[in-house]
């Protein structure tokens, strides 16, 4: 039986504990500031709101390049000769990046390509989905596996709130953002992933500790997610005071585990400082 290795952007924000088990292949997107393209993983988040503290200006995102991405599944292949690649991209509707990865794989055997159609916390919740498959089941069929994959994706759920709306307009990800309408300084959107595009569709208003909690009573009441696990998102800003309520709140509703995914610096350019989401899969 052939090892199964899995890969996934940097963009999923998996914290470090998630992978102490199982090793992922991380390949980092892009973060440009004062006209320098940076990888995710020479960035700190801090560093991308102290540009902006200091300069004003938003800083932009690029995609992975084909280069990028066959230099990736080439060591993979070096390091597992014999092993079946699986990548679990970010979603196609909001990068380029998965068409880079598509051109890319052309070139390798025994290589298959999943769209997510998600981003931080919900690509972390389907990419963790197939390392506990993998767990479960070392010897499990890459066909399988990759079936059971795809049966999740439908049923993955992401939402956050933005506490500031300056980084959400820079970006540009958000399709409908005429929604908002209104004061934008007293609204703070609902975003959440629908058939891989990022959409507004709830109007928040209050302070973030406020919003936090009505976002997460909404969100549970709208989507039946297995209490197994949570995944909690932020962004540096957002109070401690929040997330230990926010973690107080999800036991209280019956989740085995909760995990905090801290927004990377591709994710806080548009979600800025000070945001709160929350991803998990449905029953």
């Known amino acids: 039986m052939k090892r199964i290795i899995l890969s996934t952007e940097s963009v999923a924000d998996l914290p470090k504990d998630l992978l102490e088990n199982y090793p992922i292949q991380i390949i980092p997107m892009h973060v440009v500031m004062g006209g320098k393209d940076y990888l995710e993983s020479e960035l700190s988040v ?54 880079s990865a598509l051109i890319a794989a052309e ?9 997510t159609l998600n981003v931080t916390g919900g690509l972390a ?33 992401l939402a956050f709130v933005p506490n500031s709306l300056d980084f959400l307009r820079a970006g540009g990800r958000v399709s409908n953002m005429a929604f908002i309408g209104g004061s934008l300084l007293k609204i703070k959107p609902c975003i959440e992933l629908k058939k891989g595009k990022l959409v507004s569709t709830k109007k928040y208003r209050g302070n973030m500790s406020h919003v936090a909690e009505k976002l ?9 997610i297995n209490r197994k696990q949570l995944y909690l998102i932020y962004s540096i800003g957002l109070d401690e005071g929040i997330k230990i309520r ?26 800025g400082p000070g945001c709160f989401g929350i991803a998990g899969i449905e029953n």
């Open 46 to 99: 801090a560093e991308v709101f102290d540009y902006y503290h200091r300069t004003k200006r938003i800083p932009s995102t690029t995609a992975t390049n084909v280069q990028e991405y066959h230099n990736l599944f080439s060591k993979i292949r070096a390091d597992f000769p014999e092993s079946v690649i699986i990548h679990l991209g970010y979603t196609s509707k909001a990068s380029a990046s998965f068409q």
């Open 107 to 115: 070139a390798f055997d025994n290589l298959f390509l999943i769209d």
């Open 125 to 157: 919740a389907i990419v963790m989905e197939a390392v506990t498959l993998l767990e479960a089941d070392p010897f499990i069929e890459p066909s399988y596996l990759i079936e059971q994959i795809q049966s999740v994706i439908p049923k993955t759920r």
């Open 216 to 224: 997460m009573r909404d969100y549970l009441k709208q989507y039946d």
């Open 246 to 271: 926010m973690t107080q709140r999800a036991k209280e509703q019956g989740f085995e585990k909760i995990n905090w995914i801290q927004a990377g610096p591709t994710i806080s350019t548009h979600a």
